[in-house]
């Protein structure tokens, strides 16, 4: 047996199923009351997901958002018969900081009910819209806890224009709110310096070369001993989707390099081991079949 950490080590793969107009940069183009004019991709774009899974034979987690899962019950469906872990990316894609604390409770109670309806499946894990807990968002975390969630992946440890918090830790570790113990699941960086650098997927993955994210999690896995968590979505395999307008900064970052991203996965999931967040969680903190967080844990606050 190889004692490579990159031939071992399993990280995180993760699906954020979610349609091209409900990207956040595009709620000031398409409002929420246009969604059903608009052609509907999601359903292909995540079968293709799914057939580059079963092809390499990885499972994944899928963070399903609830308007997509109440629409299209059947994909949630075959999510979970393909054998991929199901959680929830909130109903209607809204930033966390752009809502009240009662919206965003009814928010992800009525997302994690839909996607447990349609997979008949618990949903454990959430992530926000954007990874938009942030400071200004914390209070969040307190009502993820009480409305049953048991791990949040919404914090990203960089700066960024729209989220991020770079002083939190760069991997999983166990947030005590106020209502309980939730497992906070960062996306994955790598320290250079000063300062964290993404290297967990999306736009990074396709604007930037392929060899930056290979380097970045060879660099987790063989130097810190950690697995990557990885995110991707459905809409980043297809080029043929509709052009809607926006700035040409938000419109680089969504449409660059959409050709090349099925072709750059595959290599991806042939150089490095993937599996479910969930399972990833249980291998890194010895969770418990009820994933309970380890007392081992870093802390943040």
Not at 122 to 129: D, E, I
């Amino acid at each position: 047996m190889s004692s490579d950490p990159t031939s071992t080590i399993v990280n995180a793969m993760t699906v954020d199923v979610e349609d091209y107009f409900h990207v956040s940069i595009f709620d000031g183009v398409v409002p929420r009351s246009r969604w059903l004019e608009l052609e509907s991709r999601v359903r292909g774009n995540t079968e293709r997901l799914l057939d580059v899974f079963r092809s390499t034979n990885v499972r994944a987690t899928f963070f399903v958002l609830g308007w997509v899962a109440d629409r299209f019950p059947e994909l949630v469906a075959d999510i979970a018969e393909a054998g991929h872990e199901l959680a929830s990316h909130g109903y209607s894609h809204r930033l966390i900081y752009d809502q009240t604390r009662d919206g965003f409770r009814e928010d992800v109670r009525r997302a994690k009910a839909v996607i447990e309806d349609a997979g008949n499946a618990p949903v454990l894990g959430y992530r926000a819209p954007s990874y938009s807990i942030t400071p200004r968002s914390l209070w969040a975390l307190d009502i993820l806890v009480e409305e049953g969630y048991r791990y949040d992946a919404s914090i990203f440890p960089i700066r960024h224009d729209r989220y991020g918090i770079p002083l939190s830790p760069r991997h999983s570790y166990c947030i005590p709110t106020q209502k309980g113990e939730l497992i906070e699941a960062p996306a994955s960086t790598v320290r250079l310096g000063w300062a964290n650098l993404p290297v967990a997927g999306g736009g990074y993955f396709r604007i930037l070369p392929y060899a930056w994210t290979k380097w970045g999690i060879a660099r987790i896995n063989a130097q810190e001993g950690r697995p990557a968590i990885f995110y991707i979505h459905p809409w980043e395999l297809d080029p043929e989707q509709p052009r809607l307008e926006a700035g040409l900064v938000s419109r680089f970052r969504h449409y660059h390099n959409l050709d090349k991203t099925e072709a750059r996965l595959r290599a991806l999931l042939s150089d490095f081991k993937f599996g479910p967040i969930e399972g990833v969680l249980r291998a890194s903190v010895a969770l418990s079949d009820a994933l309970q967080p380890a007392q081992a844990l870093p802390y943040l606050w």
